[in-house]
């Protein structure tokens, strides 16, 4: 046996300890013993180190039981924070969380027209700490969800049509510097919000699916055995590029060539359809045109649900069974989860369009379901992406590591 077996032995039981308190919460040490396997003496040793190293804390005293009540062990969130971002054309929306989740500090920041998109969200997210009582040097991982393509290491920032003020932004080595901490990624916001739907949304139970989301364009967030599918350059899950037939009979924009898929489910698109079936459709009130397009198309597909304008509803759901159908056709998933504000505005009858039209394909035994993620799922998926992260790390290393 080598030297370095009971180091590796010593490890293996800690981060076993680790994740069990993350998963089950507070656990007395006699559960521990139960549930991992460990001896009673091996059990009160991992704990007494993990408690030096201040990774789990006694937190109270089991209820209920016969006797002298037993300690209750949880897991120290104050020993790692993490950072999760949402950039949005016209807001920086940031939260700090602990290692369990608990969101500890928060700040957003509206950003309209802003010419230094780095120097703002460096000072937003030293805010969102400071709320924390902390430094931003304190955060062990920092991730930026953006609307664009983020190549496939988190590293630079390839193409962001939707944020005209982060064009000239290339990397993160600005931010980086700013921020005095170098542990600070960017990921796609459809990829982050999957991986929130993963975590606490419909998906939580499907070995693999994808997201379709329908919001300022479209795009999909695409998870494989657990995993997020980025692509070999970062560019997985951009379906609003595929050439694809328009097949609504108004307000069509597509010629017999077809088009991107964009083009016909945009929120621009959306709107024209609106209009097309006679709908008074509006561009939302205030904030940049682009967010105001998406509140207007918004609008129009929650009040043609409230009035039974069937025939726009049924164009929408035409279109977006034709994205669909191409994402299903290629990944074929356990399940399809229909996210964005679009989608939430057209509910449940929009999604048993979309399935009508499905059914006729040979794929329709993929379950289509709504989203069920709330509040803002960029910034919440940022910040579970972050915990990911942090917390391999932290549990690998284990007392090693302090």
Same mark, same amino acid.
């Given at each position: 046996m080598s030297s370095g077996s009971p180091r590796v032995l010593r490890t293996l039981n800690e981060r076993a300890t680790l994740e069990l308190l993350l998963r089950s919460g507070p656990l007395t040490r006699g559960e521990l013993e139960s +549930?991992?396997?460990l001896s009673k003496? &091996?059990?009160?040793e991992v704990l007494r180190r993990l408690e030096t190293a201040r990774l789990v804390k006694k937190g109270g005293r089991k209820p209920g039981s016969a006797g002298p009540a037993a300690h209750m062990w949880a897991l120290d969130g104050s020993c790692c924070h993490v950072a999760g971002v949402d950039v949005t054309p016209d807001a920086l929306d940031v939260a700090v969380a602990d290692l369990t989740g608990q969101v500890v500090g928060e700040h957003r920041m509206a950003t309209p027209g802003i010419h230094d998109p780095i120097g703002s969200l460096a000072v937003a997210v030293a805010e969102a700490a400071r709320a924390a009582g902390l430094r931003t040097t304190d955060l062990d991982q920092i991730v930026v969800g953006m609307p664009g393509v983020i190549d496939v290491v988190g590293d630079r +920032? *390839? !193409?962001v049509i939707q944020l005209? !003020?982060?064009e000239h932004v290339h990397d993160l080595s600005p931010l980086r510097a700013r921020l $005095?901490?170098?542990?600070v990624r960017m990921e796609n916001d459809v990829n982050l919000v999957a991986v929130e739907e993963m975590v606490k949304g419909s998906a939580r139970d499907a070995e693999s699916f994808a997201l379709f989301w329908l919001g300022q364009g479209i795009g999909a967030g695409v998870v494989l055995n657990g995993a997020l599918l980025r692509g070999a350059t970062g560019r997985g899950g951009e379906i609003g590029s595929i050439v694809v037939p328009d097949p609504a009979e108004r307000g069509r924009v597509l010629g017999p060539e077809g $088009? &991107? +898929? *964009? &083009?016909? +489910?945009?929120?621009e698109a959306v709107l024209r359809l609106a209009r097309a079936h006679g709908l008074a459709a509006g561009t939302g009130s205030g904030g940049p045109a682009a967010d105001s397009a998406v509140s207007g198309a918004a609008d129009a597909v929650s009040r043609a649900v409230a009035d039974g304008s069937t025939a726009f509803l049924e164009a929408l759901a035409a279109r977006m069974a034709v994205g669909v159908i191409a994402l299903v056709g290629v990944i074929d998933p356990h399940l399809v989860v229909l996210g964005g504000s679009l989608c939430a505005a057209g509910g449940e009858e929009l999604r048993r369009m979309v399935a009508v039209r499905l059914a006729t394909t040979a794929l329709a035994r993929t379950p289509l379901v709504l989203s069920a993620v709330s509040g803002n799922a960029v910034r919440a998926g940022a910040v579970e992406f972050a915990l990911g992260i942090?917390?391999?790390?932290v549990f690998k290393a284990g007392t090693a590591g302090r």
């Open positions: +549930l991992t396997g003496a &091996s059990a009160a +920032l *390839d !193409s005209p !003020s982060w $005095g901490n170098d542990r $088009g &991107s +898929l *964009d &083009s016909i +489910l945009g929120a942090a917390r391999e790390q």
